[in-house]
């Protein structure tokens, strides 16, 4: 798997792919990186703001988790999954 990611480092899915990885290490860390990293090529794409906001929320990074959330509903106002979590981490 790690040779299919690398072959394409240019392509937002493969920041995916290596953040997935890390992330699944509970490297959270260099996951978020990998997350960022792709964000600089693609600083739209819901995937990745996602999966950010995931691992923000796994290092209890609330409110840059919450940012994240409202910046993909923004992009996709009828993205479920973003709203379910924030939803989720706003009532307390």
Same mark, same amino acid.
């Given at each position: 798997?790690?040779?299919?990611?690398?072959?394409?480092?240019?392509?937002?899915?493969?920041?995916?792919?290596?953040?997935?990885?890390?992330?699944?290490?509970?490297?959270?860390?260099?996951?978020? #990186?990998?997350?960022?990293?792709?964000?600089?090529?693609?600083?739209?794409?819901?995937?990745? #703001?996602?999966?950010?906001?995931?691992?923000?929320?796994?290092?209890?990074?609330?409110?840059?988790?919450?940012?994240?959330?409202?910046?993909?509903?923004?992009?996709?106002?009828?993205?479920?999954?973003?709203?379910?979590?924030?939803?989720?981490?706003?009532?307390?």
């Amino acid at each position: 798997m790690l040779r299919s990611i690398s072959e394409n480092p240019g392509d937002p899915a493969y920041f995916i792919q290596l953040g997935k990885l890390y992330f699944l290490s509970q490297d959270y860390a260099r996951a978020a #990186l990998a997350y960022r990293q792709g964000l600089k090529i693609d600083p739209k794409n819901i995937s990745l #703001l996602f999966n950010l906001a995931v691992t923000r929320e796994a290092e209890e990074q609330i409110e840059q988790a919450k940012e994240l959330y409202l910046q993909i509903l923004d992009l996709d106002c009828e993205n479920h999954a973003a709203q379910e979590r924030l939803d989720k981490i706003t009532s307390f």
